[in-house]
């Protein structure tokens, strides 16, 4: 069995009004994660993964392109510890 970890990670760049929630959900979804995604009010990103170990670290990479018209210039990630209580993946705001 796939050991499972989560990640919190806030993407900073151009990265609100050009899909990348749900691009993010889409994406999440095809890797097979759990958690969210929502818009900070400075323009931020922020969103949960959880799932498989290889999974979740080859999104936290994709989170560095984002769609096409996002410019990406940090994702800043914080190791959770305990897995959260998620279900599906969902955008939250």
Request: proline share 2%.
């Amino acid at each position: 069995m796939t050991r499972e970890i989560a990640r919190q990670a806030r993407v900073m760049g151009r990265v609100q009004g050009v899909a990348f929630r749900v691009w993010t959900q889409a994406a999440a979804r095809r890797q097979g994660l759990r958690g969210w995604v929502h818009n900070n009010d400075d323009g931020s990103v922020t969103t949960l993964l959880v799932g498989a170990e290889d999974a979740v670290k080859a999104m936290l990479l994709a989170l560095r392109d984002g769609p096409g018209a996002a410019a990406v210039r940090d994702v800043l990630v914080d190791e959770l510890e305990d897995l959260p209580d998620v279900e599906g993946f969902e955008i939250t705001g």
